[in-house]
């Protein structure tokens, strides 16, 4: 019995969080749903006798991916907003055809099957070291092309986040222009320097004095 | 009732269908990435559902390599939405074109 409550509970507020990600106008209310969601999933996983992939998705998922989401939307600010401009009716239409079309499916599909309950297993069943058993050696192929994969986000999240935009080989011109840096004129102003004269030919207050 | 692994994987036909719904239809490349981890989110209660069915552990093998994938999605993904607005583009999916051709 507190197995279908939880399950009820669980279930709806997955549903209901799933809704808020898609339906908020805000990101950073999308990605604390979406936390939310995450953490009710884990639940459900719980219920399912995955301890440890329980313990993964709070960890993992609702502790660092969504960390670096709300860290990025900080970061954008008001730039990391929805475009205001309408969707057009028959999109939103056809999102909703296709998505529901998904549903309708896959529940009808699942329900004309008579599911039994299902294997009994022990209570070890999804426990740390069983996973890493079947992990380190059935799918070990897996576990070294998921690390591999892991390193090569790794590798171009640094590269593209360290380079700094190069300009277009097309267009030269589509490069942003350097910004003016108005320390070193105003230095110069200082110093009664022209304003024509090149302000980094200017001598350093620590290079004249030796 | 008896909380069978069809309900499990109805609950994951609706988050997969409400993550598609928001992949279709919003247009900032952030709430794009959300709806992606959402839909692969779905999927993986689906492999633990039957994992579960079945007392076998594959699927939480599978379930945890799916969950490195969407480590490494957002990696990239959130690195390009970064790279993007670095350059003064609009965060707009339907206007970010320069990669078409």
């Given amino acids: ?15 209901a969080s799933a809704l808020g990600v898609v339906l ?11 936390i939310m969601h995450l953490v009710s999933l884990a ?13 993964a998705q709070v960890i993992v998922y609702a502790g660092a991916v969504m960390i670096m989401f709300l860290f990025v939307i900080a970061y954008l600010g008001n730039r990391a907003d929805e475009p205001t401009r309408d969707i057009p009716l028959w999109q939103l239409g056809a999102a909703v055809v296709a998505g529901a079309a ?42 070294e ?3 591999i994969l892991l390193l090569v986000a790794a590798v171009g999240a640094v590269v ?45 207050k620590d290079e004249d004095g030796g | 009732m008896h909380i069978g692994v069809e309900y499990f994987v109805s609950v994951s036909a609706i988050v997969f269908g409400i993550g598609m719904f928001g992949v279709f239809t919003r247009r900032s490349p952030l709430i794009l990435l959300l709806s992606v981890e959402l839909m692969l989110n779905s999927c993986n209660l689906t492999l633990i559902a ?42 707009d999916v339907d206007r970010l074109t320069a990669l078409r051709h």
């Avoid at chain 1, 908020?24 to 979406?34: D, E, G, H």
């Avoid at chain 1, 998904?102 to 009994?120: D, L």
């Avoid at chain 2, 969950?67 to 607005?85: C, F, K, W």
């Fill in chain 1, 160 to 204: 593209l986040g360290s380079k700094r935009p190069s300009p277009r080989v097309d267009q030269p011109d589509d490069f942003p222009a350097p910004r003016p840096q108005p320390e070193l004129e105003l230095q110069a102003a200082v110093m009664g320097a022209e304003t024509a004269f090149p302000v980094h030919h200017m001598p350093r």
């Fill in chain 1, 102 to 143: 998904v549903v309708i499916e896959i529940v009808v599909a699942v329900a004309s099957q008579a599911f039994g309950p299902g294997k009994t297993v022990t209570d070890q069943f999804g426990n740390p070291s069983l996973v890493a058993n079947s992990f380190f050696s059935r799918y070990l192929l897996g576990f």
């Fill in chain 1, 24 to 34: 908020s106008v805000n990101p950073f209310y999308s990605a604390l749903s979406l």
């Fill in chain 2, 50 to 91: 039957f994992s579960r069915y079945w007392g076998d552990q594959s699927g939480q093998v599978f379930a945890l390599i799916v969950m490195g994938i969407a480590a490494s999605e957002v990696v990239v993904g959130l690195g390009l939405v970064v790279a993007v607005a670095r350059r003064k583009a609009d965060l």
């Fill in chain 1, 145 to 147: 092309a998921t690390s």
């Fill in chain 1, 1 to 15: 019995m507190t197995y279908d409550i939880v399950f009820v509970a669980a279930s709806a507020l997955a549903i």
């Fill in chain 1, 43 to 55: 639940t459900m996983y719980l219920l399912l006798q995955a301890d440890f992939l329980a313990a």
